[in-house]
């Protein structure tokens, strides 16, 4: 399957609901309305395009409208045309691992799929040349270790882990020494769930950060928060707790293959000017794809 379907099928919800919207709105009113405009800015904050997007694409379908009448009345292309900018204008594709280990910091919510993200992520690198390692650092939940365990065996990569309830910033300075003394390419570290309303817990995470960057200068090289597309704008309030509690270089986006508001990733990003790395369209291994401006905003808005 191409990349470009694997983008339609997993945004399929939020476009069948975007498209049935757009279509009504555009056959009832041949012309450009107040009216037609009203509705066409409900349906893309039903998308959750967020407020500042979406008055960018009705600023471009009334130029558009203004300038070439009714042939300038199709916002599929229009707003296609508005997404695809705003989202390529941040590096939104992962680059080549430094000379060296490169260590991704996962972090997030409970529920958003790190641990799955983290393994996933050690795949798409192996599947590239590199090889990686996976480090367990959500210690409180024993669950959590067993599941990246299993994943590991999965994907063939190893697992470094500590005992039951240790300190998860030793069990990440331990994991660094593991994978620099496999000559690993990546480590991908799996993090606790945490609510971002939780100091101690926000404390325990820049702990982390803080031990990894004493560890091996210039780690954390990524810092990826891992957000569940169904979340919808909640989600917003979350990246921005993240980012000051440490410095994100990037989101991961999950579960969009499962909910009609995938438009919630243009949201985030023009709000935090975040770059979208990966996004999970489905369970599969090759379903967490690195993120393409482009082909997002084309399966978003096809006609």
Same mark, same amino acid.
């Given at each position: 399957?191409?990349?470009?379907? /694997?983008?339609?099928?997993?945004?399929?919800?939020?476009?069948?609901?975007?498209?049935?919207?757009?279509?009504?709105?555009?056959?009832?009113? #041949?012309?450009?309305?107040?009216?037609? @405009?009203?509705?066409?800015?409900?349906?893309?904050?039903?998308?959750?395009?967020?407020?500042?997007?979406?008055?960018?694409?009705?600023?471009?379908?009334?130029? $558009?409208?203004?300038?070439?009448?009714?042939?300038?009345?199709?916002?599929?292309?229009?707003?296609?045309?508005?997404?695809?900018? $705003?989202?390529?204008?941040?590096?939104?594709?992962?680059?080549?691992?430094?000379?060296?280990?490169?260590?991704?910091? @996962?972090?997030?919510?409970?529920?958003?799929?790190?641990?799955?993200?983290?393994?996933?992520?050690?795949?798409?690198?192996q599947g590239r040349g590199h090889t990686?390692?996976?480090?367990?650092?959500?210690?409180?939940?024993?669950?959590?270790?067993?599941?990246?365990?299993?994943?590991?065996?999965?994907?063939?990569? #190893?697992?470094?882990?500590?005992? #039951?309830?240790?300190?998860?910033?030793?069990?990440?300075?331990?994991?660094?020494?593991?994978?620099?003394?496999?000559?690993?390419?990546?480590?991908?570290?799996?993090?606790?769930?945490?609510?971002?309303?939780?100091?101690?817990?926000?404390?325990?995470?820049?702990?982390?950060?803080?031990?990894?960057?004493?560890?091996?200068?210039?780690?954390?090289?990524?810092? @990826?928060?891992?957000?569940?597309? $169904? !979340?919808g704008m909640n989600a917003l309030a979350?990246?921005?707790?993240?980012?000051?509690?440490?410095?994100?270089?990037?989101?991961?986006? !999950? /579960?969009?293959?499962? !909910? $009609?508001?995938?438009?919630?990733?243009?949201?985030?990003?023009?709000? @935090?000017?975040? #770059?979208?790395?990966?996004?999970?369209?489905?369970?599969?291994?090759?379903?967490?794809?690195?993120?393409?401006?482009?082909?997002?905003?084309?399966?978003?808005?096809?006609?």
């Amino acid at each position: 399957m191409g990349l470009i379907q /694997k983008f339609r099928e997993g945004l399929h919800k939020t476009h069948a609901r975007l498209a049935h919207e757009i279509k009504r709105i555009v056959t009832a009113s #041949p012309k450009l309305t107040a009216r037609s @405009l009203e509705e066409l800015e409900a349906s893309l904050i039903a998308a959750d395009l967020g407020p500042a997007m979406t008055e960018r694409i009705l600023a471009a379908v009334k130029k $558009s409208y203004e300038t070439q009448g009714r042939a300038g009345w199709d916002v599929f292309a229009v707003a296609r045309a508005e997404v695809e900018k $705003s989202l390529g204008a941040a590096r939104l594709q992962p680059g080549p691992p430094p000379e060296g280990l490169n260590i991704i910091l @996962l972090v997030g919510v409970n529920g958003t799929g790190k641990t799955t993200t983290a393994a996933k992520l050690a795949h798409w690198a192996q599947g590239r040349g590199h090889t990686a390692a996976l480090a367990a650092c959500d210690t409180f939940r024993a669950a959590a270790v067993e599941q990246l365990k299993l994943w590991g065996e999965r994907v063939k990569t #190893p697992v470094i882990c500590g005992a #039951p309830g240790a300190d998860p910033a030793a069990v990440a300075h331990d994991a660094v020494a593991a994978a620099q003394a496999r000559r690993a390419d990546y480590l991908f570290i799996d993090t606790a769930g945490r609510q971002h309303t939780r100091h101690n817990l926000m404390q325990e995470l820049q702990k982390v950060h803080r031990t990894l960057r004493k560890k091996l200068p210039g780690a954390p090289h990524e810092t @990826l928060l891992v957000l569940d597309a $169904s !979340t919808g704008m909640n989600a917003l309030a979350q990246a921005r707790e993240f980012n000051k509690a440490v410095p994100l270089t990037g989101l991961v986006i !999950t /579960k969009l293959d499962g !909910t $009609s508001k995938g438009g919630m990733v243009v949201a985030i990003q023009q709000e @935090l000017g975040l #770059p979208v790395k990966f996004i999970g369209l489905g369970e599969k291994l090759e379903d967490l794809q690195p993120f393409d401006a482009s082909q997002f905003a084309q399966a978003l808005f096809e006609e």
